[in-house]
C-alpha cells in the first residue's frame, strides 16, 4: 500500500495547481494524461496564496542568499501547502532546505 493510498480513501488529499501541471505534463502518452486528469480533478484543488509572486521571490532570495538554488514551482507548493495548513507529503527532499524559510508541514516518505 502506498502512503497516499489511505488518505486518498479518507477523502484527506488536496493538490496544488502546480503539482498537477508537474504530473501531467510527466506522462508518458495522452491516454495517460487523460486519465490522470480525471483523477487529479477529482481532488480538492488548494487555491493560490495571496501575495504568491512577491513571497516565492522571497523566499528563493533567502535560500539563494544561503547557497541553495531552488525551483520556483517547488517553493509555489511550499507556499500553497503553507497557507491551506495542509501538510505537504513527497519523496523530494528539496522540500527540506524550503522548510528553513516557510513554516510549512512537511513529511518526506
Not at 59 to 76: E, H, K, V, W, Y
Request: a negative charge.
Amino acid at each position: 500500500m502506498r502512503r497516499i493510498d489511505p488518505l486518498l480513501a479518507e477523502g484527506r488529499v488536496a493538490i496544488a495547481g502546480a503539482v498537477y501541471a508537474e504530473v501531467l505534463s510527466g506522462t508518458a502518452s495522452r491516454g495517460d494524461f487523460e486519465l490522470l486528469d480525471g483523477l487529479l480533478q477529482g481532488l480538492e484543488w488548494l487555491p493560490e496564496p495571496a501575495n504568491l509572486w512577491e513571497r516565492t521571490a522571497e523566499a528563493r532570495f533567502t535560500l539563494a542568499r544561503r547557497g541553495f538554488q531552488t525551483a520556483i514551482l517547488d517553493l509555489i507548493i511550499a507556499l500553497c501547502a503553507l497557507e491551506a495548513s495542509h501538510t505537504l507529503l513527497t519523496r523530494d527532499r528539496d522540500f527540506t532546505r524550503i522548510q528553513t524559510v516557510l513554516p510549512f508541514e512537511l513529511e518526506v516518505f
